[in-house]
């Protein structure tokens, strides 16, 4: 078996598999069909998001965050955090994102509503907050909050 054949083999064992899923639409699967490609290089590289510059963002940049989603501004899905999106879907970086679209360092990549159900109970669970106890031996280090 050629190289080639081995390659569209495997990929058609993937994307069967894939496309086994009830939730999974044509799109996705021509989707998955041309990432495979473009990663086992069976063809042609495929066009790859621009990785300079500012882009056009799926959607205008001020509707990117919501209280309880936050937009991916390269196809415009929705979701509580983007981090894993814009790695797997994408492959990029937050920074590469942020510079991509022009965004600010400080820009929510997580929906507000998560961010703060993860303080919250962070907090409940007295995380970020100590006191260490000076020890009465040697040391003369001290200990504080980190702010």
């Not at 981090?83 to 994408?90: F, L, T, Y």
Request: glycine share 6%; net charge positive; charged share 30%.
């Amino acid at each position: 078996m050629t190289d080639k054949k081995s390659d569209d083999s495997l990929i058609a064992s993937i994307v069967s598999s894939f496309a086994t899923r009830p939730e999974v639409g044509p799109d996705e699967i021509v989707e998955l069909v041309r990432k495979l490609r473009n990663e086992v290089g069976a063809s042609a590289p495929v066009e790859q998001a621009p990785t300079s510059g500012v882009a056009t963002p799926a959607r205008p940049i001020s509707e990117a965050v919501e209280r309880d989603k936050v937009y991916c501004l390269c196809c415009g899905k929705g979701f509580k955090m983007l981090k894993r999106h814009i790695a797997s879907e994408h492959g990029l970086t937050e920074e590469r994102y942020r510079h991509m679209f022009g965004l600010s360092d400080d820009f929510p990549l997580v929906a507000p509503s998560y961010s703060e159900k993860k303080a919250n109970y962070a907090k409940s669970k007295g995380l970020g907050k100590y006191s260490r106890q000076k020890n009465s031996g040697s040391s003369k280090a001290t200990h504080e909050k980190i702010s």
